[in-house]
Nanobody
Framework: QVQLVESGGGLVQAGGSLKLSCAAS????????MSWFRQAPGKEREFVAG?????????YADSVKGRFTVSRDNAARDTVHLQMNSLETEDTALYLC??????????????????WGQGTQVTVSS
């Protein structure tokens, strides 16, 4: 069984930065990668970014490209980060990490992922 725990969310002013982390436990050795999604109240869950487990490949949603960076921790290999810069009020959402044995890091549909964390709230004020 795989468990995912997110951290790092909070309240920040527009233009500010936050760094989210997702720590995985359990056997993820056969998982292609890890992805971040977000869900705002009344909206569907949407893909934000994904990274291969080796850390060499990344995929971003157009809305965050150039502002967010997804990476794998060099020391804690089962941890993935999401560095969020130039935050906008539209980025306010619950951020969740997800993985699965058949989920490539660039898959954007939540249905492709088997394991999810509880999420960490990001609120951007104007």
């Amino acid at each position: 069984q795989v468990q995912l725990v997110e951290s790092g969310g909070g309240l920040v002013q527009a233009g500010g930065s936050l760094k989210l982390s997702c720590a995985a436990s359990g056997d993820t050795s056969n998982h292609p990668g890890m992805s971040w999604f977000r869900q705002a109240p009344g909206k569907e869950r949407e893909f934000v970014a994904g990274v291969s487990w080796g850390g060499s490949y990344q995929k971003y949603a157009d809305s965050v490209k150039g502002r967010f960076t997804v990476s794998r921790d060099n020391a804690a290999r089962d941890t993935v980060h999401l560095q969020m810069n130039s935050l906008e009020t539209e980025d306010t959402a619950l951020y969740l990490c997800a993985t699965g044995p058949k989920a490539m890091y660039y898959y954007s549909s939540p249905r492709d992922y088997d394991y999810w964390g509880q999420g960490t709230q990001v609120t951007v004020s104007s």
